[in-house]
């Protein structure tokens, strides 16, 4: 089951009133979001899809070199862990415009929707992007049921 997360709802809530308000010439209604570090909790982005015998999840984890990308399994619990360092730091005089790609400690947690055999988890690195095969449990998988006509 997935976990009801309150400031989650509550900027969900605001995101929606702001869209409402801004066919009227409002702009912004609330200002910034009920918690700052809530875009942060989905980072990084990810892509989750199925077939009968495998669950596979795409991450955007671009800057990030593998070797700082933990990753473990747990139950049906996804990880994805780590640290993206800052490009550029503030003392060399420098002023930022515009700073849009976050640096830190990132962590991401997805529930999975079946459950997964961990022993056999591959996951490979390419161009930013971290490919993640899970195969399923044999419970998990589809069984086929003949249906006998008389």
Do not use: C
């Amino acid at each position: 089951m997935r976990n009801w997360d309150l400031l989650r709802e509550m900027n969900r809530m605001q995101r929606e009133m702001d869209e409402a308000f801004r066919g009227l010439g409002l702009g912004r209604l609330f200002g910034p979001g009920f918690d700052t570090g809530l875009a942060l909790r989905d980072w990084p982005r990810i892509n989750l899809r199925e077939d009968a015998d495998h669950l596979y999840v795409e991450a955007l984890l671009p800057g990030i070199e593998p070797d700082k990308i933990d990753m473990n399994v747990l139950g049906n619990t996804l990880t994805l862990s780590g640290e993206r360092t800052a490009v550029d730091s503030e003392k060399n005089g420098r002023t930022w415009h515009r700073r849009e790609r976050g640096a830190g400690k990132f962590l991401r947690s997805i529930e999975l929707p079946v459950e997964i055999d961990p022993d056999k988890v591959k996951a490979e690195y390419k161009n930013g992007l971290l490919l993640v095969t899970l195969p399923k449990v044999e419970e998990a998988k589809p069984k086929r049921i003949s249906i006998k006509a008389h």
